[in-house]
């Protein structure tokens, strides 16, 4: 699990985690606007969002504990730099109605999975920008994957990066093995979110393009 | 002299007489006293059919489990640690495999603070358990169940889309009639 609980970090980290989302969020929405009007993007962003809270749901156990999932490669590839609000909000979301994550630790939550989520928007629309041949699909669907994946992997290091800066500033060493285990724990959800970015993607070019983020001429 | 030997069979006879009936309650009395000592013996084996009522205030079971749709996973060999009313570390230990911990309450503590670390870094819960407060179930969160809580997500976010696609509507409509005039 990628959602850090209230009392864990340590109060700078937990500050720095909310200067970070609001400056993100604010970027995110001055850049969407140089594309398109918020209030139009605003249907799909809750419709993603709500995919993104009910995929918490989703437990996956492994060893001693469990993993759940976590679909901000989907997100970002879907939403595109509205992304991260998106999981800004269903974060808010999971918080306040499952208790999931702590509603202090909302703001370093937000950065540990939409930043991966920009990551894998990212790398999926350059990889598709090079690409105009519609034969390419299952290249695309292959690099979605990837980054779908990657966002996850990415996911788990930020949030042990977060525990380590947090046993640095306190000068203690419970977190100092956080990132092997988390990497280790989600290596399986890095492949199985990979299967599922890329069928949502697939699916989605030939069913709906304008949905994706990456297949639109916008941002 | 025949008579006086019959009355001397007669005064022997009673004298047998007597020391028989003399002997017989003696008898009787010692039988009677062997028996108040068999009874006082037998008050040990009465006693034993008294019932014994006891009481001891059972161990308390701390539950933990990551919550999720299709069940809930147990939190297994996390770390437990138990504070006491005044902050004091009571008892540590770990959960077993299904996620459960037992321990006895300190006689006069009433109230105890429960932290949980799941043995995935960056988790733990905690939850304050009160006896004095008679059966307590501490996941109050539960009380409005899972699929309410999925739905009023899913309202908000309907919410959400709605207040955008009203303004989007209202700009239209506004952008028709400035059209029109």
Same mark, same amino acid.
């Given at each position: ?79 595109? $730099?509205? !992304?991260?609000? %998106?999981?800004? /909000?269903?974060?808010? #979301?999971? *918080?306040? =109605?499952?208790?999931?994550?702590? @509603? ?37 669907? $292959?690099? !979605?994957?990837? %980054?779908?994946? /990657?966002?996850?992997? #990415?996911? *788990?290091? =930020?949030?042990?990066?977060?525990? @380590? ?30 299967i599922i970015t890329g069928s949502v993607v ?7 393009p304008e949905l994706l983020a990456i297949a639109? *001429?916008?941002? | ?181």
């Amino acid at each position: 699990m990628v959602h850090i609980s209230d009392g864990v970090l340590s109060p700078e980290v937990v500050v720095a985690g909310w200067i970070l989302s609001a400056g993100i969020i604010a970027f995110s929405f001055w850049w969407s606007s140089r594309y398109t009007e918020l209030a139009d993007e605003m249907p799909r962003l809750s419709l993603m969002t709500a995919a993104f809270f009910v995929a918490s749901l989703i437990h996956i156990p492994v060893g001693p504990s469990s993993v759940h999932l976590i679909l901000n490669g989907v997100v970002g590839i879907v939403l595109g $730099v509205l !992304s991260f609000p %998106s999981i800004f /909000i269903g974060l808010v #979301l999971q *918080a306040f =109605l499952f208790q999931h994550g702590g @509603i202090s630790t909302i703001g370093i939550n937000t950065v540990n999975m939409g930043i991966p989520a920009l990551v894998a928007y990212g790398i999926s629309k350059i990889v598709k920008g090079r690409l105009h041949n519609a034969e390419k699909e299952s290249l695309i669907a $292959v690099i !979605s994957g990837l %980054s779908g994946g /990657i966002a996850v992997a #990415l996911a *788990a290091l =930020l949030t042990s990066v977060s525990l @380590i800066m947090t046993d640095l500033i306190k000068g203690s060493p419970t977190y100092h093995d956080a990132a092997i285990i988390l990497l280790a724990a989600h290596a399986p959800l890095v492949v199985i979110e990979a299967i599922i970015t890329g069928s949502v993607v697939v699916f989605l070019l030939q069913v709906k393009p304008e949905l994706l983020a990456i297949a639109r *001429a916008t941002a | 002299m025949g008579e006086m030997r019959e009355r001397e069979k007669g005064r022997g006879a009673r004298e047998k007489k007597k020391k028989r009936s003399g002997e017989r309650r003696e008898m009787g009395r010692g039988c009677v006293i062997v028996f108040m000592f068999f009874l006082l013996f037998c008050f040990g084996i009465a006693s034993a059919h008294r019932i014994y009522v006891v009481h001891r205030i059972a161990d308390i079971e701390v539950y933990a489990y990551f919550g999720g749709v299709g069940g809930e996973t147990p939190c297994r060999y996390a770390d437990v640690e138990v504070y006491d009313d005044r902050g004091n570390l009571y008892v540590t230990g770990k959960t077993d495999e299904n996620g459960k911990f037992r321990f006895s309450p300190e006689t006069g503590v009433k109230t105890y603070k429960i932290v949980v670390k799941a043995n995935l870094p960056g988790h733990q819960a905690e939850t304050l358990l009160n006896l004095s407060g008679g059966y307590s179930d501490s996941s109050a969160e539960g009380a409005i169940g899972l699929p309410m809580r999925i739905l009023a997500g899913f309202g908000y976010l309907t919410g959400i889309a709605g207040i955008a696609m009203l303004y989007k509507s209202r700009k239209a409509t506004k952008a028709a009639r400035h059209g029109d005039n």
